[in-house]
């Protein structure tokens, strides 16, 4: 537990990865909560998971494929116990790419498909939002340079600091 504001917290990250690129942007979420004092639970959704996950702000993340979130994502979402979840916030993220290896067209795909419906990290909102959960409005997307992987060097920085800002959100 960890006390932000007078409040204290708890963040889950769930994840689904196929490749391992997810997980360790997943990983890297998590120990951003950590290194902040943060209490953090990390469930892979590979594993069983039980529906009634509790916390205060929620992480969820898939690798895009063909511009959705895995089936294991999905399952989770639509099992998940929403009653504690009310007004708590969601934070959809994921991976995508091959993204260029050039950071500045990489930073350019990386804005034009925020703006796009086809990623893992929107059809996360879209269905966290048909069972009545409280979304970020902004999705996290990391960039891959590969189809399969690496995850872009400075990936796992930029997974942080997306994670600092969200946590300065709930102030
Ligand atoms: C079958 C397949 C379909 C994919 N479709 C997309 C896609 O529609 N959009 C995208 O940005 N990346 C796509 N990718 C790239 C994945 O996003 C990339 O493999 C992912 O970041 C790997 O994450 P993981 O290691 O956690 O599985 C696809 C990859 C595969 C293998």
Redesign the pocket.
Known sequence: MFIQGGITLKGVVA???????????AEAIAEELTAAGHQVEVLNLKEQVPPEVTGDIMFI????????M?RQTRDFIENLDTGKWSGRTIVAF??????SKDPAKREQALSS?GQSP???AHTIQEVALSRGLTISPEAMH???V????P?APDALDMAKQRTRHYLEQLK
């Open positions: 994840f689904d990865s196929v490749h391992g690129n997810t997980k360790r942007v993340g898939s690798p895009t494929r063909v511009g959705k895995t994921d991976t995508v790419g091959p993204l498909i086809r990623t893992a990391i960039a891959v590969g189809m399969w992987g995850l």
